[in-house]
């Protein structure tokens, strides 16, 4: 269990993946596999797809950014300034997260701790 550390505004937060989305995906494709093959592998491969960017995607909360981490590697910085929305769809069940910025929409799937990220969207950037 993931513990929630207090967010200090000048702290970085990097969420923990989460890797329970892949492993249902993936878990979905077996008996599956005994009705549809083809659609079997492909829910698999999203599944194994997923997993793979689990392991080596990050997200960092800093001060002012969202920033994408690949290894140690920034792939995006979303400025929190730009952002005009942002929704973690299905409370019950945290599958996708979806924010606005003023020219683009993005949706990612959670592969990270989803209280984690809630609380660190709530703390960085709340909603109006």
Not at 36 to 46: E, H, N, P
Not at 101 to 114: A, C, K, M, Q, R
């Amino acid at each position: 269990m993931t513990t929630v550390p207090s967010l200090i505004p000048d702290s970085t937060v990097e969420l923990s993946p989460s890797f329970w989305l892949p492993i249902a995906l993936v878990g979905l494709a077996l008996p599956l596999f005994l009705v549809q093959v083809w659609v079997s592998g492909a829910i698999a491969l999203f599944g194994l797809f997923l997993f793979i960017q689990a392991a080596t995607l990050r997200l960092r909360f800093t001060q002012t950014d969202l920033d994408i981490y690949r290894g140690e590697s920034l792939i995006r910085r979303f400025p929190y300034r730009e952002w005009q929305n942002w929704r973690i769809f299905w409370t019950p069940v945290p599958i996708l997260f979806y924010f606005k910025e003023i020219n683009s929409i993005h949706f990612l799937p959670v592969l990270f701790d989803p209280k984690m990220l809630k609380t660190c969207l709530e703390a960085r950037c709340p909603r109006s």
